[in-house]
C-alpha cells in the first residue's frame, strides 16, 4: 500500500520540472535572451563556487558577506554593444511587476547606473540588481540572497563598474528621495 507521504513526494517529483520551468522571470528571460549573443559575456556561480570564494578569503567580513550569497548573474556586453532603451524599459517594467523596486539611479559619466532591489516580509534583500547602461557598453549584476542593507556598502567586488556600490548609504533612510 503507498503511503500518503510517498504519494505527494510522486506528485511532486513529477511536476517539480514543470514547476521550475514556469517560473521563469523577466530577469532570467532577458539574461537568456542576451547570453548567447557573441558579445555577450555571461557569468553564474551558485552553491559550491560562492562557498569556494568564501573560503579563500581571509577577510572575516567579506567571509561572513559572502555566506549570505546564494546566487551572483552577471552579464556584461562588449564594448561598442548595447540594450536598445526600448528593451531595457521593459526589462525594467517587468521587473517592477516581478516586486524589484528602485533603489537609486545615477549618472557616471556617459554611463546611466541603476540599482533595484526585491525584499522579502522581514525587510532583508533576497535580490540586489544593478545594471549600467552606457552608449557602448552594457553590465548586469545580480545577487540573491539575505543581505542587510548596509551589507551593500560591505560588497568588495573586483570588475568594472563594482565601484557603484561604494555610493550607496549606509542605512535605507539615507537615500535621497526626489
Known sequence: MITRQWYYLVIIALLGPVIGTAQNT???????QFRNQESATSLQLSGWGLQLASRKTQNEDAQRLLNRITGLRMLSLKEGQTIARPQLKDLLSN??????????????????????????????????????????????????????????????????????????PEKR????RV
Not at 523577466?26 to 537568456?32: G, P, W
Not at 516581478?98 to 539611479?105: C, K, R, S, T
Not at 533612510?173 to 535621497?176: E, S, V
Open 26 to 32: 523577466a530577469l532570467d528571460k532577458f539574461i537568456q
Open 173 to 176: 533612510g539615507d537615500l535621497k
Open 95 to 168: 521587473l517592477h511587476t516581478d516586486h524589484y523596486e528602485d533603489l537609486a539611479v545615477f549618472r557616471d559619466g556617459d554611463n546611466m547606473v541603476q540599482f533595484l532591489i526585491r525584499e522579502n516580509t522581514s525587510g532583508m534583500i533576497t535580490d540586489l540588481l544593478m545594471l549600467i547602461n552606457g552608449e557602448d557598453n552594457f553590465l548586469l549584476l545580480n545577487l540573491e540572497g539575505e543581505l542587510r542593507f548596509s551589507d551593500l556598502n560591505d560588497l568588495d567586488l573586483e570588475f568594472e563598474g563594482a565601484e557603484n556600490l561604494k555610493r550607496l
